[in-house]
């Protein structure tokens, strides 16, 4: 079982910035996926951005130049630092493991472990 938990969310002004923090309890996988993913109220959830196990990444199309995801493995920690934001981009973010996954993917369905979320709003 991996446990997930976000911090890092609150309120901005559009073209802030905000920076996303996923802290997951340690786990061994030879291969695996780490995701965010944002849901909006009245909305599906969609994959924002994931990276491998070698550190490649996946982008959905809208946060492509303004969201970086990255990860600090020796203290097994994912984030998601987010520029240029806007009122779009309100929603509750999650972060989420793959624990058998080659290419990063943002598919939702095919993540096992989820953390609970962090809401992130941001105002025009």
């Known amino acids: 079982q991996v446990q997930l938990v976000e911090s890092g969310g609150g309120s901005v002004q559009t073209g802030g910035s905000l920076r996303l923090s996923c802290a997951a309890s340690?786990?061994?996988?030879?291969?695996?996926?780490m995701g965010w993913f944002r849901q909006a109220p009245g909305k599906e959830r969609e994959g924002v951005a994931a990276i491998g196990t070698g550190g490649s990444t996946n982008y959905a199309d809208d946060v492509k130049g303004r969201f970086t995801i990255s990860k600090d493995n020796a203290k097994n920690t994912l984030y998601l630092q987010m520029n240029s934001l806007k009122p779009e981009d309100t929603a509750k973010y999650y972060c989420a493991v793959d624990p058998h996954c080659r290419i990063p993917h943002l598919v939702p369905a095919w993540y096992n472990y989820w953390g609970r979320g962090a809401q992130v709003t941001v105002s025009s």
């Open positions: 340690r786990y061994t996988y030879s291969n695996y996926c």
